[in-house]
């Protein structure tokens, strides 16, 4: 089984509230926060969908349009890399999946086709690990596939949580939001 985790943390340094402020007043079916564009995303293409916060918006939210939520501890909720968050998701799974496709709330123009893409490549070609990268191939992360044996055996497989081992890279020109810039860049772009 095959299932989408977004995780999306209450506060932010940057751009305070990033992942639940109102994103896309220029689109049509916008605004809504920022971490639900994802969310509605995954919904149409996982049969099941986990958000991981430490927020009771966004976990209700979550709740409200057909995703499970998960209850993030305060400690992986500084600056914590993502691997611990997800093998925190992962255990609270009650049915463990053998592939988590992690889709960043921060990233909301993200294509739905590139999400499908990534999960029939995990799926269909037994990658361990897949994730975006920009045109250059440095890598991004709007969109990060493993199996459940690559997050149980993340730091011995590839040193620590920082070295990443893809199997496969998928360039995203997708605009990741940290400040105010970027999210005034990515709110022109209508094409989700």
């Not at 590839?158 to 070295?163: K, Q």
Request: with cysteine; hydrophobic share 40%; proline share 5%.
């Amino acid at each position: 089984m095959t299932v989408a985790l977004i995780i999306a943390k209450g506060q932010s340094t940057r751009l305070k509230n990033k992942n639940w402020i109102d994103f896309g007043t220029r689109f049509p079916d916008g605004p809504k926060p920022m971490f639900q564009w994802n969310v509605e995303k995954c919904l149409q293409i996982f049969k099941k969908v986990y958000v991981s916060s430490d927020n009771e918006f966004i976990l209700s939210r979550s709740v409200q349009i057909g995703a499970s939520p998960i209850k993030r501890p305060i400690e992986l909720c500084d600056d914590v890399a993502n691997v611990p968050v997800y093998l925190h998701a992962y255990k609270e799974m009650m049915v463990k999946p053998d592939i988590i496709v992690a889709v960043q709330a921060n990233s909301p123009t993200t294509k739905m086709w590139l999400i499908k893409e990534a999960k029939e490549l995990m799926e269909k070609r037994n990658y361990e690990e897949l994730i975006t990268c920009h045109q250059d191939y440095s890598v991004y992360g709007s969109i990060w596939a493993m199996t459940s044996f690559r997050l149980e055996h993340y730091e011995e497989i590839c040193g620590d949580f920082h070295h990443h081992k893809p199997d496969a890279l998928l360039v995203d020109p997708s605009i990741d939001i940290h400040t105010i810039s970027d999210f005034n860049k990515a709110n022109l772009n209508r094409n989700l």
